[in-house]
C-alpha cells in the first residue's frame, strides 16, 4: 500500500485521521460473537468476584469487580478544548485495579476461563454455582501448580496475566518485547512469574512464545491477536459503561452520539470495546482507534486483504519507534481486523510529543497520572470536530445537528502502577513539549 495517497501519508511519519469507508452505522453482518457471549464473560468475572476479592485487597470496595471509574473532565476541557461542541469525558482505566491498565479486564478473564475449565474437570467445582473460594485451597493451588500459562507482551499485558496466574498458582511464563519497560518486568519477577526477554518487536515475542508454549501439552497460550476470550473480556467494559452513563444520566441516543477514543495496539482491547458498545448501542456510539504515527497497524490492517496475513507497518518504511509501549506493535491481528470490519469508524495518529503533551495537560488539570500509551486518545475530538475528515464524517452520519449534545470519551489506558520516577520524566518530558 505504499504506493497509495494512504501509505505516502503514513510513510512521512505525519499525523491523520482515516475514515473506514466499509463502516455502517447498523450492521448488516452478523458476526460470531454475541451480546450474549459478553454477558457470560461479565458473569464469569461476577462467579469469581468473591475469589479476586479475597486474592486483591483493594478489590474489597468494590466487591471483587475490578472497574474504573467514569469522570467528567471539565477543568481539561476549559483549558484545552474550550471550543468542543458536547461533553468531554474520561473513561479511566489508567486506574483499573490489579494490573494498572485496561489489560486487566481482558487478561485476567482469560486466566479465569482457563481456571475455571481445569477446576471443573478436575472436580474441584462441581458446577459453576459451587463455592469459588475453594480454589484458594491447597488442593487447587496444587493443580494449578501442575500447569503453565504462557504469554507474550510489550509489557501490560504479561502484568495482567502474571499477577492473576501467580496468584492462582500458576506457574506463568511472559515473553516480553524488546520495547517492555524493566520496571515491568520487575513487577513479574517480584511475583515469582518467570521474564524471558526478547530483543525483538512484538509479532516476534508472540510467535516465539507461541511455539515454545504449544510444544508443552501442560501450556496455556494467552494469543493476543486470535483471542475471543481476552476480546470479550475486554468486552464486559461496555456493559460497565451502560451503568455509569445511566448513573450520570448521560443520554445516547439518536439526538445525543458517544463519541469514544481508545488507544490500540494489536487491536483486542480496543475492539472488544468497539464491539460492545456497537451491540449496546448501536449507530448512536462512534468508536475511533488512536495509533501512534509510528505503528499504526490496525490502520493498515484494515486496508489487507481479508485472505492475507495484514501488512506490517514495516512495511510502509515505518519503524514502530515510540515511547507508546503498550501501542509498540507492528502487525494487527487479522481477526480483530475481520470484525471491526464495519463496526469501527476510523483510526487518527498521534506523534510522540503529542502524546507527553497530553499526558501533562492532564495532570495539570485534572491530577490523573497516566502512561504515554494511554494519552494516545486525547487527540480525537480535535480530529472529529475541527479537521476535514472529521467533518467529512460527521455530514456522512448527519451528526452535525446533534454535535453539541454529544459526549466525546477518552479512554485512558494505563498508568496505575508506573513508578513515580517514571512518571516524573514522562512529565518533564510533556512540560517540554508543551513549552516547544
Ligand atoms: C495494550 C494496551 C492498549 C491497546 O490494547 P491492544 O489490545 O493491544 O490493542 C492501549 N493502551 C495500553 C496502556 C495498553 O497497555
Known sequence: MIDTPLGQALNKGEPLLWLNPAYQATQSEQSELSLTDIHQADQRLRRFAPLLSQLFPELQDSNGLIESELLPADALKQQYFSALPGRLMIKGDHALPVAGSIKARGGIHEVLCHAEHLALKHSLLSNTDDDYLTLTSPAAKALFNHYEIAVSSTGNLGLSIGVIGAALGFKVIVHMSMEAKDWKKKRLRDRGVTVVEHSDDYSAA???GRAASDADPKSYFVDDENSPRLFLGYAVAALRLQQQLIEQQIQVDAK??????????????PGGINFGLKQIFGPYVHCFFAEPVQAPC???GMQSSADSEPDSVYSLGLKVDTEADGLAVSMASKWVCSVMQNILSGVFTVADDELFSQLYQLFQTEAIQIEPSAAAGFAGPRWLT???QGKTYQSQQTLEQCMSNATHLIWTTGGLFVPPEE???FQQRGARAVRS
Do not use: N, R
Open 206 to 208: 508472540v510467535a516465539a
Open 256 to 269: 445525543h452520539p458517544l463519541f469514544v477514543y481508545i488507544p490500540c495496539g494489536v487491536g483486542g482491547a
Open 298 to 300: 490496525v490502520l493498515v
Open 386 to 388: 475541527e479537521s476535514e
Open 423 to 425: 512518571m516524573q520524566k
